[in-house]
């Protein structure tokens, strides 16, 4: 009849309906306690008691429970829906508590009434208000101490440390960079964001969110810098923490940390000549960057509407027709999707252990008559093959055949992500709500897991994963077998994942390659990673060049993006090209589309497609044309990776990188180096012929033409479609002249 959780569903950014709002009050402050009751509840008190004495009534007053109630309040996150639906299916109580005073505990439960006089009483739960001050925890520091003396403190409660918080000085002509991977600006200066694992479904610019948090930052100085060039931090925890980077305090950056009780957080400081130098003693604690195969250097093809063998080999025959070489495939839509360990269609008895691919049955009428043939046939086209996983176990609708029997094991063994009381967690996000969620921090957990889908790699011959939604784990209060609680586990969970899948690779002979989305500090030697979803728009582009920028200086060396993004409807001939030209010059060159119910007109972004629907007849020579010169740039992409694999600076890295001291390089935000050699500029807004770039110190040659150009200045490049404005500095130009020489000119692709 009641329910109530004073921390909500875990949600990082929206309160719930059912929850204590602050869920951790501070001194001084009342809080607002929100139920859900059945709807014949015609009344609901709360029973409240302070340090032992006897309770006072506080009646609840019914919420407005519509659906305008609580928009918004999530930043647009599609959970909206599902919070609405649930809002409107349960009626939603509230209260305001007198204020809560520190140093003491308070204790209240709720009593609900119905039409009839039935009464419910709910259990007691308890609250104290937290404090800050000078002491209560312990701050351990390495390197050199930059934190700001006399500001440490500690947020503590009834029951001991809660959070920390310190400052660091800023000078002013320094920017900062880091914190993972970030879409909204490469310099965080002047903002204020924070460091959490979260789904933001599209927007993640917009609202400051982001899939691939890290609570690491290098602070980048100019000339006038006094000490190190270059300096960086590494808050040494995997709980949440925000950042105030001299937005409240000019010359200040605040860091605030969440602490477990027993108070203890580690900073570690990394000084610098050059930022390359700081991110190579972040990497040291975190791991490095496990260099993966050349193949990935190629072009990745991928649509979520591909999910017939006829169709997947219809999509290539179409990249030989037209001449678009392609080296790795993505097949999203191949599982049963109640498993993600069979292909659709095929026939087999449900079993405890792992299946061979002779346990299955592949109609010939079949979405899949010959997984394998099928695998062979692309490697023999020299395209690799990685089949789309999520890491959770399904159980809407009702598990039946082998979903029954994983489900079953899961929860029989312990298996899963567990709740406090020892209950499986079942998954609190819109995406496959309620589904069961395997323990990855366990060794045993994760063989179970990959196990099943073994014969995918050894039998079938798939080449990788890609390891999609890792960011399914909400509350703090969670239980994982590692020993850590949801505060301290959750973020390391896509870690976990991506680890799984690579190690399944490695055991089987394959490189470990892995394609994910959500991750944390020591993500870094697991696999490669793209920036989630996003729509098909010129600000997402632009996003999505900040996350590759951001995320390169964490240390991500494989990185891509859904080039001119893979929702809404297609994008215009000119986005997609590009979005394709600055993709060519980046880490991971790959295009997706997201489901659309197989409606026409389709909403594929092959080039083919995206010809059709905008009528452009420049789409498909202009992307062959980028298609292969990508192909050409793979032997210097595999020598540049290695270098940074090895401790070098990012494959993909803003000019701050190679040009610390140079206070013009902030002015070009966008602008990036791929490797030692060459300096890129995207075109990210419509109707430009000719665009600005500025070219740091040094000697510099314009690939298009080989003509020299003077650093130190801005210069004028023309930005014809089918030449994006790059250029490679002079000392590089003599090996790599010829990867831009003999190409074959597209027809009409001037803008």
Not at 249 to 268: D, F, K, Q, S, Y
Request: glycine share 10%.
């Amino acid at each position: 009849m009641i329910r109530h959780r004073p921390h909500g569903s875990g949600h990082p950014y929206a309160e719930t309906e059912d929850q204590r709002v602050p869920a951790r009050p501070a001194d001084g402050e009342p809080v607002e306690l929100r139920v859900r009751a059945s709807a014949n509840a015609v009344a609901v008190v709360c029973e409240w008691a302070a340090d032992g004495a006897p309770p006072v009534e506080l009646p609840l007053t019914r919420r407005d429970t519509g659906a305008s109630a609580g928009a918004g309040a999530d930043g647009g996150h599609l959970a909206a829906a599902q919070a609405r639906a649930t809002r409107a299916a349960a009626g939603s109580w509230a209260v305001r508590t007198p204020a809560l005073r520190a140093g003491h505990r308070y204790a209240y439960r709720f009593r609900a009434t119905t039409a009839g006089g039935a009464t419910r009483t709910g259990r007691w739960f308890e609250v104290s208000a937290a404090s800050w001050s000078d002491d209560g925890g312990k701050l351990d520091v390495t390197g050199a101490d930059r934190i700001v003396p006399g500001s440490v403190r500690w947020l503590s409660d009834g029951d001991g440390p809660l959070r920390a918080r310190f400052e660091l000085a800023l000078g002013p002509e320094e920017h900062v960079v880091g914190f993972g991977e970030r879409f909204d600006a490469v310099d965080q200066r002047g903002r204020e964001l924070d460091a959490v694992v979260f789904e933001q479904y599209k927007a993640q610019g917009r609202h400051g969110r982001t899939y691939l948090p890290m609570p690491f930052a290098m602070v980048v100085g100019s000339a006038d810098s006094h000490g190190a060039a270059s300096w960086g931090w590494h808050v040494r925890t995997s709980r949440r923490t925000w950042y105030d980077v001299a937005a409240s305090t000019p010359g200040r950056i605040l860091v605030e940390a969440e602490v477990g009780r027993n108070g203890e957080l580690g900073v570690r400081f990394h000084d610098g000549d050059a930022p390359a130098d700081v991110l190579r003693g972040f990497l040291d604690e975190v791991g490095r960057p496990t260099e993966l195969p050349p193949w990935v250097f190629r072009l990745w093809a991928s649509g979520n509407e591909w999910n017939t063998q006829e169709r997947v080999l219809a999509e290539m025959d179409r990249h030989r027709e037209h001449g678009i070489p392609v080296g790795a495939l993505v097949i999203e839509a191949w599982s049963d999707e109640s498993t993600f360990t069979a292909f659709r269609g095929a026939e087999y008895e449900p079993s405890e252990e792992p299946h061979r691919l002779a346990d299955y049955a592949f109609p010939p009428d079949g979405p899949w008559p010959d997984p394998k043939g099928m695998v062979d046939e692309l490697h023999r086209r020299d395209i690799k093959v990685l089949l789309w996983q999520i890491p959770l176990q399904k159980t809407r609708p009702h598990p039946r055949h082998q979903a029954a029997v994983d489900a079953g094991q899961l929860v029989e063994r312990g298996y899963g992500v567990r709740e406090p009381d020892g209950r499986p967690y079942r998954n609190r996000g819109w995406w496959f709500p309620l589904a069961l969620m395997p323990d990855l921090s366990s060794q045993e957990v994760r063989d179970w897991w990959t196990a099943k889908r073994r014969y995918l790699v050894e039998e079938v011959g798939v080449d990788g994963f890609k390891t999609d939604g890792g960011e399914h784990a909400w509350g703090h209060d969670l239980r994982y077998a590692d020993g850590r609680d949801g505060a301290e586990g959750n973020g390391l969970f896509p870690v976990h994942y991506a680890r799984a899948f690579g190690d399944l690779l490695r055991s089987c002979g394959k490189a470990p390659v892995t394609f994910s989305r959500a991750g944390f500090a020591g993500s870094q030697p697991h696999g490669a990673f793209w920036a989630g979803d996003e729509d098909s728009t010129w600000e997402a582009f632009r996003s999505s060049i900040r996350a590759g920028i951001t995320a390169s200086a964490c240390g991500i060396v494989y990185w891509g993006w859904d080039l001119a993004g893979f929702s809404g409807e297609v994008p215009g001939a000119e986005l997609y090209l590009r979005a394709a030209g600055a993709a060519a010059f980046m880490p991971i060159m790959q295009y997706h589309s997201e489901f659309n119910h197989h409606r026409a007109p389709l909403r594929d972004r092959t080039p083919w497609n995206v010809a059709a629907r905008t009528g452009d007849e420049r789409v498909i020579p202009v992307f062959r044309r980028l298609a292969e010169l990508r192909e050409r740039l793979v032997p210097y992409l595999v020598e540049q990776a290695r270098t940074a694999v090895g401790g070098g600076a990012p494959l993909m890295r803003g000019l701050f990188f190679d040009h610390p001291r140079d206070p013009r390089v902030w002015r070009y935000p966008l602008q990036y180096k791929l490797g030692d050699a060459l300096l890129v500029t995207p075109v990210t807004e419509p109707g430009i012929s000719e665009i600005s770039v500025y070219l740091p110190d040094g000697e510099w040659v314009d690939v298009w033409t080989g003509h020299d150009l003077p650093g130190g200045r801005e210069v004028t490049l023309p930005a014809e479609l089918d030449r994006p404005p790059v250029t490679c500095e002079k000392a590089h130009w003599t090996r790599l002249a010829e990867v831009f020489t003999d190409l074959p000119k597209a027809h009409q692709a001037r803008c």
